[in-house]
């Protein structure tokens, strides 16, 4: 699952694999702004079927903490 | 929390005016291929935004949508008591952009008329205004102006501002009725903190226009902007619109009682499709009473809600009362939501200009 979540954001910000690091946060390249921070999400939320809750959704500014959320809303 | 209901007060009838002037945001220069702007229309929602070619105000767009209303209602323009103008892009710095308007509209001379300088939430809180002013009984009808040229403040090569906003002049007509039997209800917000979140840092008092503030400068990479550009700061807005919204219409809905099963139409302000899905799922409204227009006309700011009413809901308003509750939001930072029962609005057909 982590894999398939970091591909996604590669994919949507068109960067490399090898650029998608566990710590790398919204902000800290000039493709991951507000736009495509939306874009992240929501294409995230439509491959895998799933729905962030609206409480959770400004914390989902890292790679990390959008994997850990996915897993949880899989797992739940 | 500051609440209003207001008695006695129906909506009459709207109208909008948009450019005739599309631009397509597949198309747009500031790209550098279509890929980059799909990412932008699926996260957004937002497809194209009508755009004033120069010369043209808000007041403009405004005349043509006041005139025809008037004319579809058969209102004189001096039956109008109140003129209420809703618009930051104004005319001049002074006077009052609704001083103007008076004379180019024909209105009577006493008139009562100014201006509301308000963002996104400006609609919302100029119908609880002008309400306010017609539910004693003495001003019987008035003309409400939700009007914005977003497009003449912010810097056309600003990536994270032009594929989003968009050029609009709206007009409500309200009108005192003593049977009215469902009154207007408001709930109030404001975070002055968050002011720089939607702001143009240079221009007012405080910071005046320099000639350093009129040079371009390159902040991100495809983002250019003066000092007296209109700056979005997403993230910041991004995390406003899904905490605040959704937290005022719950409490407009704790506070009066409403059943939201009764809900004919969830009236949202039009930023971000992502976003206002994710308010209408936390109320828990179904999809076909949540109209949009944003694919169309982009974020208008104060002009998004009524705009979406006559563009996208005309018939159903022409019919039996329908129940509305609307939220308006952004620029401010302010908020402000309403519950109100609209029925035999007589809507005119969009004007392009």
């Known amino acids: ?72 809303l899989i797992h739940d | 929390m500051s609440q209003l209901t207001i008695n006695n007060v129906r909506i009459a009838g709207m109208s909008a005016c948009v450019p005739a002037t599309v631009e397509d945001n597949r198309t747009l220069p500031i790209y550098k291929d279509e890929s980059e702007a799909l990412k932008v229309i699926t996260s957004t929602g937002i497809e194209r935004h009508h755009k004033v070619d120069e010369g043209t105000t808000a007041s403009d767009l405004t005349v043509k949508a006041v005139e025809r209303l008037l004319t579809d209602l058969g209102w004189a323009p001096e039956d109008v008591d109140i003129f209420a103008y809703v618009c930051t892009s104004r005319d001049y710095i002074a ?18 008329v100014f201006d509301l300088p308000f963002g996104c939430s400006g609609w919302v809180y100029g119908m609880s205004i002008v309400g306010s002013l017609m539910s004693h009984g003495t001003l019987k009808r008035a003309i409400l102006v939700a009007a914005e040229t977003n497009t003449l403040n912010r810097n056309p090569r600003d990536t994270a501002v032009r594929p989003l906003f ?79 919204p959704p937290r005022s219409l719950k409490e407009l809905i704790s506070t009066f009682n409403i059943d939201t099963d009764t809900v004919d139409l969830l009236l949202l302000h039009q930023a971000n499709r992502f976003i206002d899905e994710k308010i209408r799922k936390a109320i ?24 979406t009413m006559v563009s996208r809901c005309s018939e159903r308003l022409a019919g039996d009362d329908k129940h509305c509750i609307a939220c308006g939001f952004g620029v401010g930072l302010a908020w402000a939501s309403m519950e109100f029962y609209a029925g035999g609005v007589k809507c005119s057909d969009m004007i392009t200009y």
Request: net charge negative; with cysteine.
């Open chain 2, 166 to 244: 968009g050029d609009a002049a709206t007009a409500t007509a309200l009108e005192f009725d003593p049977d009215r039997s469902h009154p207007m209800n408001f709930m109030f917000g404001v975070d002055g903190s968050g002011y720089d979140a939607v702001w143009a840092p240079y221009g007012g008092m405080r910071r005046p226009v320099t000639p350093e503030a009129l040079v371009e400068k390159e902040v991100a990479p495809g983002v250019f902007r003066r000092g007296i550009d209109m700056i979005v700061n997403g993230m910041d807005v991004f995390g406003f619109a899904i905490k605040q």
């Open chain 2, 95 to 112: 006077p009052q952009t609704s001083c103007i308007l008076q004379d180019r509209l024909k209105l009577r001379n006493d008139c009562c």
């Open chain 2, 284 to 307: 828990k409204i179904p999809p076909e009473r949540t109209p949009y227009c944003l694919e169309e006309y982009g974020n208008v700011t104060s002009a998004s809600i009524p705009l």
């Open chain 1, 1 to 72: 699952m982590e894999k398939l979540v970091k591909e996604i954001i590669a994919r949507v910000l068109n960067v490399d694999l090898e650029v998608i690091t566990d710590t790398l946060s919204s902000g800290d390249i000039p493709q991951w702004d507000s736009v495509g921070n939306l874009a992240v999400i929501s294409t995230i939320e439509q491959e895998l079927n799933i729905e962030f809750p609206l409480e959770v959704l400004f914390d989902l500014t890292s790679v990390q903490s959008i994997i850990d959320e996915v897993i949880k």
